[in-house]
């Protein structure tokens, strides 16, 4: 089967509407209604849909409900229960997949007698019942609704105040002018792995998520003073739930688009029990066409499988197995042909390979007690595998160039973590847990001198232990006042450094549409493994002692509801971060939290000290009569200093960032089942710092020389970036197909990633980021 052929029967099968054009036109929305706390059901809360009298549901013995019949299209739920805050939120009815509800309503401290209703948009509340400032909760739908997003989670935080991009050709983020490497990704409780294709070493991010849309349900983003449950990071927190299958009926996904083939399948083990399953696969499409025979020099190479199965439990409690895999490589082959002649070259030849591998599967047991609490236990194992050869030689008239390297990092982690929350009454609530990680790694690096000499940089093979513990406590006075208070404890057996880091916050509520609040939290981060183990030349590992990184985070933010929909909220923040790891002697202006592509092969020293402080303001318009916005403003400041060095610019001090990200839909179609929307996003932010290039040390040495006295003195240009997504939903029977058009960088422009030096040609250059990059994407959903 040639390519063209291939690529006809994928479009014909996917797009065949006709197949599924039969049966009867009944759409229904189901769901259950729980404690946000304790997770119990709540027996008879009344669920409606606003300006639809007739459709409404009692909540059963088991928190469930149903509506049947609703009309398709966007609708308003409203959910109240005795003594419970009213919840509300927006959902949006398909024909193509039954909507399935997890809601968690929050009980009301007042007195019965003086309960009133009022409702707010449920985004305004995070899913984490204890989480507080620098949080907020973000859906699935943003992640595929937001232009530029393309399904990513890190992508679409890009539109929140003081997110900044780092290289827009990936999706490493710098939050708040912390290292992209700050930012911790956790899954169903427990600490996951970089999830993201062709990641870096002991990195936050990569070209391609791993994360598949299909897969995840609404979850939680923090940049700052972040709840005591969370620790080992220094930046910011996504806190990602995944969803159940629908345990009811079976239903299917397919999606193609220039980001890969996807299939997804999800139900019901039997109709007599509740469990469920969810699986999706996904593939590279240019490497499929590669592998089909069209000849697509140096394609990017990956592939990924996800799932959530969910498995009731006779006794009471839920297991669930989860996983996320993600393989992805990329060959690249060159020859005189292929390289720039204007570079002077007499002959080329160049092989390089870059793979990185990311693995985790885990199992989760929750179970609610009968004395209002809930108890979750996770076991997971992860591992990630990185690695890079470089393999080059290339003549030139005066001289020839020769590299050869292989770099191979691998790391595995067992990982076990215990959570109790215990709601002791409708003021208190205390959650405390721990965890013990197993850390295993394998780490090797040669360096091929004059390209036939192997020198040995490192070598190592151990493991490790690391184990957390903490406990915090909410504490609801009355309906003004209310504070957070905690501590994360964290020992790393390596070299035996701990850390106790106290957490916190106060909340005072002026009225039902504001409030203020400040939060402090001490927070700390071990090293990358991979620089533990950097060898002398005497084979002493320089660096085995090195402590944590720690900062001090406190932030003053103040929401204000506009109306029902419409948010401004305002933070202001300062951290202060010690216990750098910073080099020495020559390298003594080094700094990790600078650090990018390779890791130091020197040792360094906890002497550097750092800096954020920052302003933001964000005014948001939840989805409200088919259109939303999201207005962000931040001023910044990111400084560091090491022994020898004042304070001075870190590379991520971008000093602003302004983005608009706005969408609206339009109900289109002779039948008024069909939707037309159009989503934009305009990012303009400050440009970052690098160290400028000393031209005649350059010269002398043939390579690329830093002036490393004058470190992070270069200002960039600006970053600008317009994206612009297009989408085209079609309700048929018994399925929704949508045809999505992301176009990445819209105007082209050529933002500047840094500086470099051209050997050959003795020229200083700049390297810029991604161009632009239409994204098409066609799913369907029966």
Same mark, same amino acid.
Not at 588 to 614: S, T, V, Y
């Given at each position: ?32 209604? @729980? ?208 969803? &159940? ?45 590669? &592998? ?120 595995? @982690? ?120 950097? &060898? ?7 660096? @085995? ?188 029977? &018994? ?48």
């Amino acid at each position: 089967m040639n390519c063209i052929k291939f690529i006809f029967l994928v479009v014909f099968l996917i797009s065949n509407q006709s197949i599924f054009a039969q049966g009867d036109q009944t759409y229904s929305i189901r769901g259950t209604v @729980k404690d946000e706390v304790t997770q119990q059901a709540l027996i008879g809360a009344l669920v409606y849909v606003i300006h639809h009298e007739n459709q409404s549901a009692i909540t059963d013995e088991n928190g469930d409900f149903r509506i049947e019949s609703l009309p398709l299209g966007r609708h308003s739920l409203q959910v109240s229960y005795l003594g419970y805050v009213a919840y509300m939120s927006n959902i949006e009815v398909k024909s193509g997949k039954e909507l399935v509800l997890n809601i968690a309503m929050k009980e009301d401290i007042k007195a019965l007698d003086e309960v009133v209703i009022t409702t707010r948009a449920d985004k305004s509340k995070t899913i984490n019942s204890l989480a507080y400032a620098s949080t907020r909760t973000f859906s699935v739908e943003e992640s595929s609704k937001f232009a530029g997003a393309v399904d990513d989670p890190a992508r679409m935080a890009q539109s929140f105040a003081g997110v900044v991009p780092t290289n827009d050709g990936s999706n490493y983020v710098s939050i708040r002018g912390n290292h992209p490497s700050g930012l911790l990704y956790r899954m169903e409780g427990i600490d996951i792995p970089n999830p993201n294709h062709f990641g870096d070493v002991a990195s936050s991010g990569g070209g391609v998520s791993v994360l598949s849309s299909q897969v995840l349900s609404n979850s939680d983003f923090s940049t700052g003073a972040f709840a005591a449950e969370y620790g080992n990071a220094l930046g910011g927190v996504f806190d990602i739930k995944l969803r &159940k299958g629908n345990d009811s009926k079976r239903e299917y996904t397919l999606k193609a688009g220039f980001l890969g083939m996807e299939a997804a399948i999800e139900g019901p083990f039997s109709k007599k029990y509740k469990g469920s399953y969810l699986v999706n696969y996904r593939y590279s499409t240019l490497s499929l066409i590669s &592998k089909l025979g069209v000849d697509l020099s140096g394609v990017l190479n990956y592939s990924d499988l996800s799932y959530n199965i969910h498995l009731p439990l006779l006794k009471g409690g839920n297991l669930s197995l989860f996983g996320i895999n993600g393989w992805s490589n990329q060959n690249i082959e060159e020859t005189l042909e292929d390289f720039d002649t204007k570079n002077g070259a007499l002959e080329h030849r160049y092989n390089g390979k870059f793979i990185s591998n990311m693995t985790v599967n885990g199992a989760k047991y929750t179970y609610s007690t009968k004395n209002n609490g809930f108890l979750s236990a996770i076991i997971a194992y992860g591992t990630t595998k990185s690695g890079f050869s470089d393999d080059q030689r290339t003549v030139y008239p005066s001289y020839t160039y020769l590299s050869k390297y292989d770099i191979e990092n691998l790391t595995d @982690k067992v990982s076990a973590a215990v959570h109790y929350t215990q709601k002791v009454n409708s003021k208190i609530t205390w959650r405390s847990g721990g965890y013990f990680d197993r850390l295993g790694y394998r780490m090797v690096y040669n360096d091929y001198k004059n390209g036939t000499d192997l020198t040995n940089i490192i070598n190592n093979k151990d493991n490790t232990n690391m184990a957390r513990a903490y406990s915090q406590m909410q504490y609801r006075l009355n309906e003004k006042w209310t504070a957070n208070i905690g501590f994360h404890y964290s020992n790393f057996m390596l070299n035996k450094k701990q850390t106790i880091e106290p957490r916190g916050n106060i909340q005072y509520t002026f009225n039902q549409r504001s409030n203020i609040a400040i939060a402090y939290g001490r927070h700390s981060q071990i090293q990358p493994l991979i620089v533990y183990f950097v &060898k002398s030349e005497e084979g002493r590992l320089v660096n @085995k002692d090195l402590d944590f990184t720690k900062a001090h985070h406190l932030v003053l933010t103040h929401n204000l509801d506009i109306s029902s929909h419409t948010r401004l909220k305002t933070e202001m923040y300062y951290q202060h971060l010690t216990g750098i790891p910073v080099g020495q002697g020559a390298n003594k202006n080094f700094a990790m939290i600078n650090q990018q592509f390779l890791f130091p092969d020197f040792g360094l020293i906890n002497e550097g000290k750092g800096r954020n402080m920052g302003v933001e303001l964000t005014l948001e318009r939840f989805l409200h009569n088919n259109w939303y916005y999201i207005v962000t403003g931040s001023v910044f400041d990111s400084k560091y200093k090491t022994p020898s060095l004042d304070w001075t610019n870190t590379r991520f001090n971008s000093g602003f960032t302004s983005v608009i990200t706005i969408g609206k839909e339009w109900i289109v179609g002779k039948s008024r089942r069909n939707t037309l929307g159009f989503n934009l996003k305009n990012a303009w932010v400050g440009g970052q710092f690098d160290t400028p290039i000393d031209r005649l040390a350059s010269q002398a040495q043939q390579k690329e020389v830093r002036d490393e006295l004058n470190p992070f003195s270069v200002r960039l240009k600006d970053f600008y970036k317009l994206d612009v997504g297009i989408k085209y939903k079609r309700n048929k029977n &018994k399925m929704t197909s949508t045809l999505s058009l992301d176009l990445m960088n819209a105007t082209n422009n050529r933002n500047i990633g840094g500086l470099t030096y051209n050997v050959a040609n003795d020229r200083l250059d700049e390297w810029t980021m991604m161009p632009f990059v239409p994204v098409l994407s066609y799913k369907v959903e029966f």
